[in-house]
């Protein structure tokens, strides 16, 4: 029974802490803001209960003291109950305060550092808050009082004294009237001045102007909450620092068809790359259970595709066996298509011995021809192919095929799909996912029409072929035909 306060960073996923994920991995009650990354809750379990204690579309905040006492409640319940919030709980995160009522509850609390906007966002945009020969100190100020009102706990004259970098938060409403207390307590007009929205985000925006020019700009701009300004020389290193817009597919968005399980490495990728990724999960895996296939009894044992390798040993596990059903590698074989299928034998404890240069199916039955068989077993999906069967049969070998998972197609919502129809590039890493999708959203038009129409990107001539049939021709075709080649060609492009 322990409530932990938790901090989900600034926005992007990867700076989220490992702590944190642990927690909502483990958590039984999760209540969260709005400002927290939009995938913080996909590790929670299926069954945890997650309450929603931000602003109801741009309404009126659950009030404080109803955060407390479900804080108080859950807390007094459930084992693990996490409180997540934006940035870091005890920066402008009330966090002291939760702290505070869970202590005079009786109830146990821990507190989990998250990455603050403060010094997020300015990293984001190139500003560093603190540098050797542009300042000393930093200070992290709330602007979401009125500096004009006279009993401000804020003293803007004493702030603009401050001998450093002044980080505010929640002060875009009241720039002009932050900036003019500054001047007016001896800060030069000139002082560079930053803004930075959405930190961290994939639609980062950040302006630099002066203290005179900084509140016209935000308003020229458009810059809106959520967004950290910054005062202080350090603002004017971001024509030099800004590092985010480098990035090879900065500014690029890329759509991702796959099944819903396989997309989130692919997006990582390429989010590491500074591509904003549109997810579009139009295929789901689902395991076909049943019998463990006689393992030992092959001497070649082919798999086709990770989900292959990953079904057959969920049927190993459900059976209450585990890798010794697989027979020693002086018997048998195991050949996979490519290296992520080799990746995924791997994680299960199993070595590859033969895998083609190229991960498709013509290739692996070439790359077989050498290798002698008599009795093999090949796993796979339930709708695929018949490449490599048929090539080890033609040779006389007696082929065994075992359908380990199929897979369905998920429906894509309106707004999905005008996302994917907005995106730079739209993916296809298999001739299924041409298939699921077209299927998916009921028709292809809407690839040709337009003019921003994505680019199509193809992994591999199989798929190629298959959006051809569609009528639809791929711009792009990877040269390596696996998922760093097919993101190594959008690079190119
Ligand atoms: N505890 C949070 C701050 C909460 S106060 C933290 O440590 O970051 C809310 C304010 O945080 C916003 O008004 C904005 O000034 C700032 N903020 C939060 N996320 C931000 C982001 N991604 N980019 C810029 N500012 C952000």
Request: proline fraction near 7%.
């Given at each position: ?91 402008f995160g009330r966090g002291g305060e939760e ?218 596990d459900a059976a209450g066996l585990d890798t ?170």
């Open positions: 029974m322990t409530v932990y306060l938790v901090g989900a960073g600034p926005g992007d996923p990867g700076l989220m802490t490992a702590r944190s994920l642990e927690l909502i991995a483990a958590a039984d009650v999760i209540i969260h803001d709005r400002l927290i990354p939009a995938s913080a809750l996909d590790g929670a379990r299926p069954d945890a209960k997650l309450i929603y204690a931000g602003k109801e579309g741009g309404g009126a905040q659950v009030p404080q003291s109803e955060i407390t006492r479900m804080l108080i409640e859950h807390g007094a319940q459930a084992a693990i109950v996490v409180r997540l919030k934006g940035g870091d709980p005890f920066v702290a505070e009522a869970l202590l005079e509850a009786g109830l146990e609390f821990e507190v989990v550092p998250g990455v603050t906007s403060g010094i997020a966002a300015p990293a984001y945009a190139g500003i560093p808050v603190t540098h050797r020969d542009a300042a000393s100190s930093v200070a992290f100020v709330t602007g979401h009082e009125d500096p004009d009102k006279p009993d401000s706990a804020l003293d803007w004259r004493a702030l603009a004294g401050f001998p450093g970098t002044l980080v505010v938060y929640m002060g875009v409403g009241r720039l002009e009237g932050i900036a003019n207390r500054l001047i007016e307590g001896g800060r030069s007009p000139d002082e560079p001045a930053a803004l930075v929205q959405r930190g961290t985000l994939p639609d980062q925006r950040a302006v630099v102007g002066t203290l005179a020019s900084i509140a016209q700009l935000a308003v020229d701009e458009r810059i809106k909450a959520p967004a950290i300004a910054v005062f202080g020389p350090v603002a004017a290193l971001r024509s030099r620092i800004a590092w985010l817009e480098r990035r090879p597919l900065h500014g690029v968005t890329v759509a991702v068809t796959r099944a819903r399980e396989q997309i989130s490495r692919v997006a990582a990728r390429l989010r590491a790359l500074g591509a904003e990724v549109v997810v579009a999960p139009v295929i789901r895996i689902q395991t076909l259970p049943g019998p463990v296939p006689p393992l030992d009894s092959y001497d070649l044992i082919c798999f086709t595709s990770p989900n292959g390798v990953d079904a057959l040993f969920e049927r190993i010794r059903s697989f027979p020693a590698r002086s018997r048998t074989r195991v050949a996979a298509i490519g290296p992520a299928t080799a990746r995924a034998l791997r994680a299960h404890g199993i070595q590859t011995d033969v895998m083609p240069a190229k991960a498709v199916a013509e290739s692996l039955a070439e790359a077989l021809a050498d290798v002698p068989v008599s009795r093999a077993l090949v796993v796979r999906a339930r709708e695929a192919r018949d490449v490599v069967p048929e090539a080890l049969r033609d040779r006389g070998a007696e082929v065994d095929v075992v359908a380990v998972y199929e897979t369905v197609v998920e429906q894509l919502d309106a707004d999905q799909i005008a996302a994917v129809a907005a995106a730079d590039y739209l993916t296809f890493t298999s001739a299924s996912t041409v298939r699921n999708l077209l299927e998916s959203v009921d028709g292809a038009a809407w690839l040709t029409e337009g003019e921003s129409r994505p680019r199509l990107v193809s992994i591999g001539p199989v798929t190629s072929a298959e959006l051809r049939e569609h009528g639809l021709e791929p711009d792009i075709e990877a040269e390596d035909h696996d998922i760093d080649g097919l993101i190594a060609a959008i690079v190119r492009a």
